[in-house]
């Protein structure tokens, strides 16, 4: 989901190009408006937003799922794990690379 038409234009036409639009689901919906579960869900968003929509993106990650959140300084990351872990994900992962960080997380299957 993103709420930039181009960007869901751009994520489409990759999806397409790398035979991926099967399994890839874009919409401009916002994340509270999403009812179905995944078993991948990316964000690459600021923290700030990452730890506001943690609810809501938490919901989306299927039993046994997986969640992976970038855009994230790692001085912030302390923050937006707290903020996924209460909403029961799991085992998180920290990968620096240079200043910025990547999360891993899973839903208990």
């Not at 078993?39 to 997986?66: E, F, H, K, Q, W």
């Not at 959140?69 to 872990?85: E, F, K, P, R």
């Not at 920290?94 to 200043?99: A, M, S, Y």
Request: proline share 6%; no cysteine; net charge negative.
């Amino acid at each position: 989901t993103d709420n930039d038409p181009e960007a869901l234009r751009v994520a489409d036409e990759n999806a397409e190009q790398n035979a991926l639009q099967d399994r890839l689901t874009l919409t401009g919906a916002d994340g509270s408006e999403i009812a179905e579960t995944f078993p991948l869900v990316v964000a690459n968003i600021l923290s700030g937003p990452l730890v506001d929509m943690a609810p809501a993106l938490a919901r989306t990650v299927a039993p046994g799922g997986r969640l992976v959140l970038s855009g994230i300084l790692g001085t912030q990351a302390d923050d937006v794990v707290a903020a996924y872990v209460a909403e029961g994900l799991l085992e998180p992962v920290v990968t620096p690379r240079d200043e910025w960080v990547r999360i891993d997380l899973r839903r208990e299957g």
